[in-house]
């Protein structure tokens, strides 16, 4: 990858150590929120998991897109040195980014069928993804926009910064192609804390990554996953209704 030379891991550490940070102020406020809206908030009503959600949102997609910024400016360069957001046509960007979207929504499908079958005859809990249960509960059109913006603008954008753009590049440029292959991949998937989904989620960052590879533009994995998260909230709403 033409790009991965440039980031080094002090850099990259110092971001990863401010993105703790933001993400444990985040786990303390939702932690304490109930307290602060007062007794009738106490119970986990839908109005306190969309809260709760804003507030993911913001200490982690939010914060990762401020770190990624500052990350940027530091090194002195344009996010198109960065990023590749210049590299290919946009046309191209965007039929590979469709292709790709094609491939991992039947591989997810299929994993995720896999995976809670597997859980089923496991006696595993198989468990509703937070967001998606709060997506489910969403009542309103304000709600379900915000929501929207958040799952098909907001976290591609930030998790394809934060997996594809720096710690992908910066583990192969350290001799670890195999571990920035799939170890990014892996904790991609982990960061969504749902196993029955930890399958489908790994092969769709693996889809990802290798979308990078080929088109050398961070904007192709990012309308990938836009395109991915876009279905899946159209599909989600559609079953609630």
């Known amino acids: 990858m033409h790009h991965a030379k440039h980031w080094k891991l002090e850099p990259v550490m110092n971001l990863l150590l401010w993105l703790f940070a933001g993400m444990f102020l985040g786990a303390v406020l939702i932690a304490g929120l109930p307290k602060l809206i007062g007794p009738g908030m106490t119970t986990p009503s839908p109005d306190l998991q969309f809260l709760n959600h804003l507030i993911g949102a913001a200490t982690f997609h939010g914060w ?33 980014a469709a292709a790709a979207t094609a491939l991992a929504l039947p591989v997810s499908l299929a994993l995720g069928e896999l995976s809670s079958l597997v859980m089923t005859r496991s006696d595993l809990n198989l468990e509703t993804q937070q967001a998606v249960r709060t997506l489910q509960q969403t009542r309103g059109l304000f709600e379900r926009v915000v929501f929207g913006f958040s799952a098909i603008v907001l976290a591609p954008a930030a998790e394809e910064l934060l997996f594809r753009g720096i710690l992908y590049p910066v583990l192969k440029a350290l001799g670890f192609p195999r571990l920035a292959f799939w170890g990014t991949a892996v904790v991609f998937a982990a960061i969504h804390a749902n196993l029955p989904t930890f399958l489908s ?41």
Request: net charge positive.
């Open 201 to 241: 989620l790994t092969a769709f960052a693996l889809i990802l990554s290798s979308l990078y590879e080929r088109t050398q533009n961070l904007l192709a994995p990012i309308l990938a996953h836009s395109l991915f998260n876009a279905v899946n909230f159209c599909w989600i709403l559609s079953a609630a209704s």
């Open 64 to 96: 990762v897109l401020w770190l990624a910024w500052r990350f940027v400016r530091a090194q002195g360069m344009t996010w198109n040195q960065a990023f590749g957001f210049e590299h290919g046509s946009a046309r191209k960007v965007a039929l590979f």
